[in-house]
């Protein structure tokens, strides 16, 4: 695990996009590497999330995006073009899923009381009752085995926040996201980026 302290306005975006490129080229070109071509970024409001990803304006981490990054400033040597295809996925640490059940499910106490439940919905608690709990965080990597998690504002990580009674701060879900990320695939790499000195 890394921590860059960048100056708001110097270019954190810019470095998150070089070491997209130094990874997934290292990834491709690096016989037994052990970084990774799949992104993890995780942001703490939709403000960064849209600098980020550059959605709507394409000017983001996306490869495809119309205005990238790796194409605005020339990151991408032109001989590695063909094979420099990351998976980037931005998203907010609040949407992480770490759990898999729904507050609307029906819980297993009600059927010790005897109510009626059809069959289908029965087999369907067993099934989830049985469920993996890292199913949720595999779901949302879509299959990765291995990835790299870059921690933007990540001083959001970090430190006591207030929060209201009986809440845990932000900082411990967070952190309990990169531990279920790091079960559920090879984390080879956590970058963590902030401006703040803390």
Known sequence: RYALKL??????????????????????????????SNFLVLVP????????????RGDGLDPTGEHNLYDGFDIVPPEYREEFRP??????WQGIPLEGKRDDWIGE????????????VLRA?????????????????????DLVVINDEAHHVYGEKRT???????????????ER??????LSLVLDLSATPW
């Open 7 to 36: 100056a708001t306005g110097t270019g954190k975006t810019v470095v998150m996009a070089l070491f997209v490129t130094w990874s997934t080229l290292h990834k491709c070109k690096v016989s037994g590497s052990s970084l990774s």
């Open 109 to 120: 106490e009600v059927i010790e009381e005897g109510r009626f439940i059809p069959q289908s």
């Open 87 to 92: 998976n980037v996925l931005v998203r907010n």
């Open 125 to 145: 608690m067993r099934r989830r009752a049985k469920q993996d709990p890292n199913a949720p965080i595999r779901r949302l990597l879509g299959g990765w085995r």
């Open 181 to 186: 990320v790091s079960k559920a695939a090879r």
């Open 164 to 178: 209201k009674k009986g809440e845990d701060p932000g900082y411990i879900k967070w952190s309990r996201i990169l």
């Open 45 to 56: 409001n939709l403000t960064v999330r849209d600098r980020v990803s550059g959605v709507p």
